[in-house]
């Protein structure tokens, strides 16, 4: 059962996570902006390649090829603890040029205690945009609809394996959780395996597991070419755009009240001012308004969601609270 205390293998990267440059603060102008002294990095909290960077490298390159701020943004890389040691890094340094790119698992680390630090321990600036989450059987499975396979699942929840990349606690594992939870499925005695290989598509394929629990577009290209069929996905409405997208049902439309927005939005340190929060968040609008990044949307099937950090902290509230309900349930987490 995870606590929420530090994981002994994580500290030592996240002390070495706090040494890097002086702390800065920039200026306020005549006309009460803030000024940075330096160019804005970008922390994702991961390597080279996944979502948050991927995400972080998006929003620097429109920034600075569109010329939407007048410092350059750049992106580091600071890997380790999953997220975690980065969210120590940004904490300790408290400087309002350094900036991160975060998504659920902020929400999940810290729930799952593999971090001292949650949403509330930062500045919520800004979120960008929303992908959605998927859940896909074979193409010859018995169930064509979400409201199928969990007819069966009330009645034998062990009957079904369900396959995801997350460890147990962590996205795929809880998002299919929620839509169960919500159909009525015993969620204690749901089967759930987790393959971090990524191996989870190919043993839906042969047989091996019967569900996979993992994003839209990770199950589109196999479902595109009829090997799989997408049972729902987890958006508050269909999508749109592209001719097959919208084709898929959500869950709400197969009477499951449910949704999960894998979001991906902007952090900043625990004490921004108010101004060093309006140079932010006016900056990622016009990134978000640009036609550039609504070209970077479309090629990687990202959702345009942006909220302000008004906004952003409401709905991280909200969904904080759902996803510590559900780990309350499934034992993760003490009472």
């Known amino acids: 059962m995870f606590k929420r205390s530090v994981s002994i293998f994580i500290l030592p990267l996240i002390l070495l996570a706090g040494c890097s440059l002086p702390v800065q603060s920039g200026s306020v102008n005549d006309q009460g902006?803030?000024?940075?002294?330096?160019?804005?990095?970008?922390?994702?909290?991961?390597?080279?390649?996944?979502?948050?960077?991927?995400?972080?490298?998006?929003?620097?390159?429109?920034?600075?090829?569109?010329?939407?701020?007048?410092?350059?943004?750049?992106?580091?890389?600071?890997?380790?603890?999953?997220?975690?040691?980065?969210?120590?890094?940004?904490?300790?340094?408290?400087?309002?040029?350094?900036?991160?790119?975060?998504?659920?698992?902020?929400?999940?680390?810290?729930?799952?205690?593999?971090?001292?630090?949650?949403?509330?321990?930062?500045?919520?600036?800004?979120?960008?945009?929303?992908?959605?989450?998927?859940?896909?059987?074979?193409?010859?499975?018995?169930?064509?609809?979400?409201?199928?396979?969990?007819?069966?699942?009330?009645?034998?929840?062990?009957?079904?394996?369900?396959?995801?990349?997350?460890?147990?606690?962590?996205?795929?594992?809880?998002?299919?959780?929620?839509?169960?939870?919500?159909?009525?499925?015993?969620?204690?005695?749901?089967?759930?395996?987790?393959?971090?290989?990524?191996?989870?598509?190919?043993?839906?394929?042969?047989?091996?597991?019967?569900?996979?629990?993992?994003?839209?577009?990770?199950?589109?290209?196999?479902?595109?070419?009829g090997k799989m069929k997408i049972l729902g996905i987890t958006a508050p409405e269909r999508l749109e755009g592209d001719e097959f997208l919208e084709t898929l049902p959500t869950a709400k439309e197969q009477g499951i009240d449910a949704e999960f927005i894998v979001w991906r939005g902007m952090f900043g340190p625990p004490d921004m001012t108010d101004e060093q929060l309006a140079y932010y968040e006016q900056a990622f609008q016009k990134v978000s308004e640009s036609e550039a990044f609504a070209e970077v949307r479309d090629m990687y099937g990202w959702d345009e969601q942006f909220m302000n950090s008004e906004e952003f902290q409401v709905f991280l509230d909200e969904q904080y609270v759902e996803l510590e309900k559900i780990l309350k349930d499934l034992g993760f987490i003490d009472e």
């Open 33 to 225: 902006e803030w000024v940075p002294d330096r160019s804005i990095e970008i922390i994702a909290p991961a390597a080279a390649g996944g979502g948050w960077d991927t995400t972080a490298r998006m929003l620097a390159r429109t920034i600075d090829e569109e010329q939407l701020a007048d410092e350059s943004f750049g992106v580091v890389n600071k890997p380790g603890g999953g997220g975690a040691v980065a969210w120590s890094y940004i904490h300790k340094r408290n400087d309002p040029h350094n900036i991160f790119v975060s998504s659920p698992p902020l929400h999940f680390v810290y729930l799952n205690g593999q971090s001292p630090f949650g949403y509330e321990d930062f500045t919520p600036i800004a979120n960008l945009i929303a992908d959605y989450g998927a859940f896909a059987v074979r193409e010859d499975a018995k169930w064509d609809t979400l409201d199928e396979l969990f007819a069966d699942m009330r009645e034998d929840p062990e009957s079904v394996t369900v396959v995801g990349v997350s460890s147990p606690g962590s996205m795929d594992h809880i998002q299919f959780m929620m839509f169960a939870d919500k159909a009525g499925v015993d969620i204690k005695k749901i089967r759930y395996v987790s393959d971090q290989d990524g191996g989870g598509m190919t043993s839906v394929l042969n047989g091996s597991v019967d569900v996979i629990s993992t994003g839209v577009m990770d199950a589109v290209d196999q479902a595109r070419a």
